[in-house]
């Protein structure tokens, strides 16, 4: 059971229905890769990442997703994504704060995130823009940062607490 549950949005109608986070299953897998490639996110790596998925349910239908990806006390944060009729309804910011709790948990003392259109909605989560060449040497080894991501992704980090 996951311990955060996503909210109705500020001002959103009261019949809006609730998102639940839960764990992605290999039978969410087609549904996570769709909402990433509508998004223009990688997939290529997914199974060689052996990255750990979450998912936004609405309903039994996947509204959004984002995945950590483990490199000891350092964890890429990748594949945030979330339906476009949902943006800023808490519901990308729910998946995150899953997240950086899942790495806590598992004691990460940093996340990385590389992006190209969310610089805002990370900055209002707490990352930091760093120098893309900073970020530890097992994440720059990662398919995402050597391939997936093109250079011009800004390169940004968070320290956990």
Do not use: W
């Amino acid at each position: 059971m996951f311990r955060t549950q996503l909210l109705r949005s500020a001002g959103g109608p009261a019949s809006m229905p609730i998102a639940r986070l839960r764990a992605a299953t290999d039978q969410d897998s087609v549904a996570i890769r769709a909402l990433l490639n509508a998004n223009s996110l990688p997939t290529f790596d997914l199974e060689a990442a052996r990255a750990r998925f979450v998912i936004a349910c609405m309903d039994e239908e996947i509204v959004g997703t984002g995945a950590l990806q483990s490199f000891g006390s350092v964890a890429l944060l990748r594949s945030i994504a979330v339906e476009p009729h949902l943006r800023g309804a808490g519901v990308g910011q729910s998946i995150v704060r899953e997240l950086e709790h899942i790495a806590r948990t598992n004691a990460v003392k940093r996340l990385i995130l590389l992006t190209q259109t969310a610089r805002s909605f990370f900055e209002a989560q707490g990352y930091s823009a760093i120098d893309r060449a900073s970020a530890p040497a097992a994440v720059q080894e990662s398919e995402e940062f050597r391939s997936l991501c093109p250079a011009s992704a800004l390169c940004m980090s968070k320290a956990l607490a």
